[in-house]
């Protein structure tokens, strides 16, 4: 039985202008120990529907699911008070800006601490043992000095260190990484990331590494799922994926990468991800696809298995699977 | 942090030349003598003018007594009182305890009440609470405080005769004062029912002191608490597993309160501009009625070094402040 | 070329009108601030029309009737809605009288606060070094002392009287915006647009009045609201001590100084004045508070 099991899930957020569907009728599963990438382009609900999961949305949310099961546990069903002992334990989540996400005003040390006291309810002294093998664990020189540490005294690759061995404190399950390394320098981003890799392995947990970045998947991932406007548009193997992409989305990002490109121009993809008030009937890529054809703009179908569940009329390489 | 508060120090010191150059030149700027003027309606015989001008030294150039002040400052002399003829300094202590009684009374009320209001409102933003708490908060704010005392005197003492009129404690305790604060001293007297009337004439200038204090501090904690509550380091404590209680009291409590610390800090000017009505309304006897009471009678001796003796405590209670600023904000503190 | 010079008026307009309504769709979200409005333009029409509202002359003394009470109460005169005072005035013709004094000390208390705070603190900021360090030294200064205590002395120096009251509450309420402006002034003398004026040859004048004082003007209009309500609030705490306004006035806070020895046996001469005090000021605060979600999106705090 897998770990994660996603099915159906819509998140919508009440605005000014009504409701906007952030997340439409997504799938996520996700085995034990695996490493599973989500990609995207900013706006296309990849966080969104992680938040959903962990309850971290604001209040004018409305999440609906068919089903939304955790390590043989439904979300949907339990207390918020249960749900609180599953997350920062069992299911762990990092963000994308390491300094604004440890808070400010407490020492690493407290914060650090603050996971072991509520989940494993350790006292003093086993807090401070524990908290020093975690800041060893993920590389920080010294870690007894830096118990004593408030964020703003170290640099933005010990903070997402710090938040890493925050998250694996309770000895996590699934640990979800919401663009770690995004705000970081290029030479820590993969300090980072091979971090995340070998703690993965190490600890044998399940890794849901959220990124728009197909050079990240391309190093980390195993099994990759592609997002776009809320919707799930591939989802397969991350070398199938690269050799052939499927949905004209996932190709055009792949095409985007500058290692792929030829010629002296970097291909990119026109257009923006759709908005609230300029949502298209059909196939929500077809504004900005360049194969789009007339029944694009009608009802979409969700492609096989072999087709990388690839949601769309008309798949690309579908002669070389099939 | 020593840095910073010999900084904070330093830049105190021309604000409190400032101030004394504005006590100072106070006395200078009445129009007509000032001999005569303290001399009043009686008149002053040709010799005694004289006597006078040379006893406070007018008759020499002003930046000569403006230094002559300044060392009768430092040497603690801060002149007499015309009426009582008791040095201004003395008769300032022996009623500034009243004072800070009823100061502390009111901003413990105001921190007690506006920050929970605060916080209540922000975390049910929007809500009938949330809508009733801020709309009580801006009526307190736009209060004009001398007529709500007087309007809780007409009902509480009035109407309903639960509290008295004015003064500090009922005429029947008579008692040695210890300490000063009524509170104390009447705990310490042991007389019975002693305590319970220093409540009973606290209560109402307390109330009527802390009104526009509570309704600053429980809007600031609103919208500091709004501000914070949408940072990053809140999601993950809540991504921790925390329960709201812990996020909201602690990781958000802790962000929120240092602006929330400023407006106290700010508040204590109000708090004495408050006491000179408040102490008018209730005839409570500190500094702000003895003010109040030297500016009609125009012993200016008092206005002139009571004036720079708040002042100076307004500067102090500023200062210190800050310092705690420093301490609940780590960013300030390691600067 | 006659085409541009015909264009580019009837472009500001619609400019001008664009921003008018955006402000206004702002403004108009706080449902707090539309009632503040309507109460403040209320408040205007019966303080101008003063003279036609009111029932009787507000120091028209009728011997006959002292102390009479609201018409509702026993013994109340449909003569006197509100009732009278202690020497037989009509409470209602004095508040409405009185709205006039409110909003008149509020307009010259902050005009004047606001003229001088917005120059000097313009100056400081343009000029920096020596100016700068001095004029905010002596602000740094007014505002060590409370200010009704400061605005208190100085009427003690100055004499008691309304005039008075409105000088020294000015004084106290500038250097609000003098911080305000200089701020402003600094955070804006910085940018591109400034600096391409002073190259284009604008004179310190010129760009002082035309250049940055238009782009720093919200921060200083919710300032001014504030000090609206502050100047209202003081100098009917001035009258109230005998130091404002003087009697037969019917200025409010006047009324209520005259008012506080009838307290336990007239409900209504107390209570009717700071109601009036107090209504004028919540009006502009919620006013105020619409002011600053629409200026001053940076500011937002409601």
């Given at each position: 039985?897998?770990?994660?099991?996603?099915?159906?899930?819509?998140?919508?957020?009440?605005?000014?202008g009504?409701?906007?569907?952030?997340?439409?009728?997504?799938?996520?599963?996700?085995?034990?120990?695996?490493?599973?990438?989500?990609?995207?382009e900013?706006?296309s609900?990849?966080?969104?529907?992680?938040?959903?999961?962990?309850?971290?949305?604001?209040?004018?949310a409305?999440?609906?699911?068919?089903?939304?099961?955790?390590?043989?546990?439904?979300?949907?069903?339990?207390?918020?008070?249960?749900?609180?002992?599953?997350?920062?334990k069992?299911m762990?989540?990092?963000?994308?800006?390491?300094?604004?996400?440890?808070?400010?005003?407490?020492?690493?040390?407290?914060?650090l601490?603050?996971?072991?006291?509520?989940?494993?309810?350790?006292?003093?002294?086993?807090?401070?043992?524990?908290?020093?093998?975690?800041?060893?664990?993920?590389?920080?020189?010294?870690?007894?000095?830096?118990?004593s540490?408030?964020?703003?005294?170290?640099?933005?690759?010990?903070?997402?260190?710090?938040?890493?061995?925050?998250?694996?404190?309770?000895?996590?399950?699934?640990?979800?990484?919401?663009?770690?390394?995004?705000?970081?320098?290029v030479?820590?981003?993969?300090?980072?990331?091979?971090?995340?890799?070998?703690?993965q392995?190490?600890?044998e947990?399940?890794?849901?590494?959220?990124?728009?970045?197909?050079?990240?998947?391309?190093e980390?991932?195993?099994?990759?799922?592609?997002?776009?406007?809320?919707?799930?548009?591939?989802?397969?193997h991350?070398?199938?994926?690269?050799?052939?992409?499927?949905?004209?989305y996932?190709?055009?990002?792949?095409?985007a990468?500058?290692?792929?490109?030829?010629?002296?121009?970097?291909?990119?993809?026109?257009g923006?991800v759709?908005?609230?008030?300029?949502?298209?009937?059909?196939?929500?890529?077809?504004?900005?696809?360049?194969?789009?054809?007339?029944?694009?703009?009608?009802?979409?179908?969700?492609?096989?298995?072999?087709?990388?569940?690839a949601?769309?009329?008309?798949?690309?390489?579908?002669?070389?699977?099939? | 942090?020593?840095?910073?508060?010999?900084?904070?120090?330093?830049?105190?010191?021309?604000?409190?030349?400032?101030?004394?150059?504005v006590?100072?030149?106070?006395?200078?700027?009445?129009?007509?003598?000032?001999?005569?003027?303290?001399?009043?309606?009686?008149?002053?015989?040709e010799?005694?003018?004289?006597?006078?001008?040379?006893?406070?030294?007018?008759?020499r150039?002003?930046?000569?007594?403006?230094?002559?002040?300044?060392?009768?400052?430092?040497?603690?002399?801060?002149?007499?009182?015309?009426?009582?003829?008791?040095?201004?300094?003395?008769?300032?202590f022996?009623?500034?305890?009243?004072?800070?009684?009823?100061?502390?009374?009111?901003?413990?009320?105001?921190?007690?009440?506006?920050?929970?209001?605060?916080?209540?409102?922000?975390?049910?933003?929007?809500?009938?609470?949330?809508?009733?708490?801020?709309?009580?908060?801006?009526?307190?704010?736009?209060?004009?405080?001398?007529?709500?005392g007087?309007?809780?005197?007409?009902?509480?003492?009035?109407?309903?005769?639960?509290?008295?009129?004015?003064?500090?404690?009922?005429?029947?305790?008579?008692?040695?004062?210890?300490?000063?604060?009524?509170?104390?001293?009447?705990?310490?007297?042991?007389?019975?029912?002693?305590?319970?009337?220093?409540?009973?004439?606290?209560?109402?200038?307390?109330?009527?002191?802390?009104?526009?204090?509570?309704?600053?501090?429980?809007r600031?904690?609103?919208?500091?608490?709004?501000?914070?509550?949408?940072?990053?380091?809140?999601?993950?404590?809540?991504?921790?597993?925390?329960?709201?209680?812990?996020?909201?009291?602690?990781?958000?409590?802790?962000?929120?309160?240092?602006?929330?610390?400023?407006?106290?800090?700010?508040?204590?000017?109000?708090?004495?501009?408050?006491?000179?009505?408040?102490e008018?309304?209730?005839?409570?006897?500190?500094i702000?009625?003895?003010?109040?009471?030297?500016?009609?009678?125009?012993?200016y001796?008092v206005?002139?070094?009571g004036?720079?003796?708040?002042?100076?405590?307004?500067?102090?209670?500023?200062?210190?402040v800050?310092?705690?600023?420093?301490?609940?904000?780590?960013?300030?503190?390691?600067q | 070329m006659?085409?541009?010079?015909?264009?580019?008026?009837?472009?500001?307009?619609?400019?001008?009108?664009?921003?008018?309504?955006?402000?206004?769709?702002?403004?108009?979200?706080?449902?707090?601030?539309?009632?503040?409005?309507?109460?403040?333009?209320?408040?205007?029409?019966?303080?101008?029309?003063?003279?036609?509202?009111?029932?009787?002359?507000?120091i028209?003394?009728?011997?006959?009737?002292?102390?009479?009470?609201?018409?509702?109460?026993?013994?109340?005169?449909?003569?006197?809605?509100?009732?009278?005072?202690?020497?037989?005035?009509?409470?209602?013709?004095?508040?409405?009288?009185g709205?006039?004094?409110?909003?008149?000390?509020?307009?010259?208390?902050?005009?004047?606060?606001?003229l001088?705070?917005?120059?000097?603190?313009?100056?400081a900021?343009?000029?920096?070094?020596?100016?700068?360090?001095?004029?905010?030294?002596?602000?740094?200064?007014?505002?060590?002392?409370?200010?009704?205590?400061?605005?208190?002395?100085?009427?003690?120096?100055?004499?008691?009287?309304?005039?008075?009251?409105?000088?020294?509450?000015?004084?106290?309420?500038q250097?609000?915006?003098?911080?305000?402006?200089?701020?402003?002034?600094?955070?804006?003398?910085?940018?591109?647009?400034?600096?391409?004026?002073?190259v284009?040859?604008?004179?310190?004048?010129?760009?002082m009045t035309?250049?940055?004082?238009?782009n720093?003007?919200?921060?200083?209009?919710?300032?001014?609201?504030?000090?609206?309500?502050?100047?209202?609030?003081?100098?009917?705490?001035?009258?109230?001590?005998g130091m404002?306004a003087?009697?037969?006035?019917?200025?409010?806070?006047?009324?209520?100084?005259?008012?506080?020895e009838?307290i336990?046996?007239?409900?209504?001469?107390?209570?009717?004045?700071?109601?009036?005090?107090?209504?004028?000021?919540?009006?502009?605060?919620?006013?105020?508070?619409g002011?600053?979600?629409?200026?001053?999106?940076?500011?937002?705090?409601?």
């Amino acid at each position: 039985m897998g770990l994660l099991d996603i099915r159906n899930l819509s998140v919508d957020f009440q605005t000014a202008g009504g409701l906007f569907r952030a997340v439409d009728g997504v799938d996520i599963q996700c085995e034990r120990g695996e490493i599973l990438s989500i990609v995207g382009e900013s706006g296309s609900g990849k966080s969104v529907s992680m938040l959903a999961m962990m309850g971290l949305l604001p209040w004018t949310a409305k999440i609906t699911a068919e089903k939304m099961e955790f390590d043989g546990k439904d979300l949907t069903k339990i207390t918020k008070r249960e749900r609180r002992k599953i997350i920062g334990k069992d299911m762990a989540m990092i963000f994308q800006e390491p300094i604004s996400s440890l808070n400010p005003c407490f020492t690493v040390g407290f914060q650090l601490g603050e996971s072991l006291k509520l989940h494993l309810g350790m006292n003093r002294a086993e807090r401070k043992k524990r908290s020093i093998e975690l800041l060893e664990m993920v590389g920080i020189p010294a870690p007894e000095t830096r118990l004593s540490a408030f964020p703003h005294q170290l640099s933005g690759g010990m903070n997402q260190r710090v938040m890493i061995a925050m998250a694996l404190s309770g000895d996590p399950k699934l640990l979800i990484a919401d663009e770690p390394t995004t705000a970081l320098d290029v030479t820590i981003q993969a300090q980072i990331l091979d971090l995340l890799v070998s703690l993965q392995k190490e600890k044998e947990m399940a890794l849901i590494l959220i990124t728009h970045d197909m050079g990240v998947v391309a190093e980390t991932a195993e099994r990759v799922q592609v997002q776009y406007a809320g919707q799930r548009v591939e989802e397969q193997h991350v070398t199938g994926l690269f050799t052939d992409p499927h949905h004209p989305y996932t190709s055009a990002l792949l095409n985007a990468l500058p290692e792929r490109a030829v010629g002296r121009k970097l291909p990119s993809i026109p257009g923006v991800v759709p908005g609230q008030y300029d949502r298209p009937t059909g196939c929500l890529f077809a504004p900005r696809c360049a194969h789009v054809q007339d029944d694009c703009h009608g009802v979409v179908t969700r492609q096989s298995d072999a087709l990388g569940n690839a949601l769309c009329n008309h798949p690309l390489n579908a002669e070389v699977t099939a | 942090m020593i840095g910073f508060l010999l900084k904070r120090i330093l830049l105190l010191i021309p604000t409190f030349i400032g101030i004394t150059i504005v006590s100072f030149g106070f006395v200078r700027v009445l129009p007509g003598d000032p001999v005569l003027l303290m001399a009043g309606e009686r008149g002053i015989t040709e010799e005694r003018y004289a006597a006078l001008l040379a006893e406070f030294g007018y008759n020499r150039p002003m930046w000569q007594q403006y230094l002559e002040y300044l060392k009768d400052l430092l040497h603690g002399d801060f002149g007499n009182s015309l009426v009582t003829k008791q040095p201004v300094l003395s008769e300032f202590f022996t009623l500034f305890p009243a004072t800070v009684e009823l100061a502390l009374c009111a901003i413990v009320l105001a921190i007690v009440i506006g920050i929970p209001a605060g916080i209540i409102a922000a975390t049910k933003r929007g809500s009938f609470i949330d809508q009733s708490i801020m709309g009580t908060a801006l009526v307190g704010y736009s209060m004009p405080i001398f007529w709500w005392g007087l309007l809780l005197i007409i009902v509480f003492s009035g109407t309903l005769g639960w509290t008295p009129v004015s003064g500090r404690i009922s005429l029947l305790y008579f008692f040695e004062q210890k300490t000063g604060f009524m509170l104390i001293d009447s705990l310490l007297s042991g007389q019975k029912g002693a305590f319970a009337s220093a409540v009973q004439h606290l209560i109402l200038p307390t109330i009527v002191l802390a009104t526009i204090p509570l309704a600053v501090i429980a809007r600031q904690t609103r919208s500091a608490m709004l501000e914070v509550l949408g940072e990053d380091y809140v999601r993950t404590a809540r991504a921790k597993g925390l329960s709201a209680r812990l996020v909201v009291g602690v990781h958000a409590l802790r962000n929120a309160m240092i602006p929330v610390i400023t407006v106290i800090g700010l508040s204590v000017g109000t708090l004495l501009a408050g006491a000179i009505l408040t102490e008018t309304i209730f005839s409570w006897p500190g500094i702000g009625k003895w003010m109040i009471d030297s500016i009609s009678r125009r012993d200016y001796p008092v206005v002139q070094s009571g004036l720079l003796l708040i002042a100076a405590i307004i500067m102090i209670v500023n200062l210190l402040v800050d310092i705690t600023y420093g301490l609940i904000n780590p960013r300030i503190r390691h600067q | 070329m006659s085409d541009t010079t015909n264009q580019t008026p009837k472009k500001e307009t619609s400019m001008r009108r664009r921003m008018l309504a955006e402000f206004w769709f702002y403004f108009s979200e706080n449902k707090g601030a539309v009632v503040g409005l309507a109460l403040m333009v209320l408040l205007v029409f019966i303080a101008i029309f003063a003279p036609i509202v009111a029932p009787h002359d507000p120091i028209q003394q009728y011997r006959d009737a002292l102390l009479v009470p609201p018409v509702w109460q026993d013994g109340g005169d449909w003569r006197f809605l509100l009732g009278t005072d202690a020497v037989g005035r009509d409470m209602l013709s004095r508040l409405i009288y009185g709205a006039r004094f409110s909003l008149f000390i509020g307009v010259v208390v902050v005009g004047l606060a606001l003229l001088g705070g917005v120059t000097v603190g313009l100056i400081a900021g343009y000029y920096r070094g020596a100016v700068d360090t001095v004029i905010m030294r002596i602000m740094d200064v007014i505002l060590a002392f409370p200010s009704l205590l400061l605005a208190l002395v100085m009427v003690a120096i100055l004499g008691p009287g309304l005039l008075n009251a409105m000088i020294a509450i000015a004084i106290v309420l500038q250097p609000h915006f003098v911080r305000l402006t200089r701020a402003a002034v600094l955070n804006e003398l910085n940018r591109d647009y400034v600096t391409s004026a002073r190259v284009a040859g604008a004179s310190p004048f010129y760009l002082m009045t035309r250049t940055i004082l238009p782009n720093c003007l919200g921060p200083v209009i919710v300032q001014a609201t504030l000090s609206f309500s502050n100047a209202i609030l003081d100098a009917a705490a001035l009258g109230f001590l005998g130091m404002g306004a003087q009697p037969p006035t019917p200025e409010w806070g006047t009324m209520l100084a005259e008012a506080r020895e009838f307290i336990l046996r007239a409900w209504w001469v107390v209570t009717f004045p700071g109601l009036a005090i107090l209504i004028t000021v919540l009006a502009i605060n919620l006013m105020g508070d619409g002011l600053r979600d629409a200026l001053d999106p940076k500011l937002k705090r409601s």
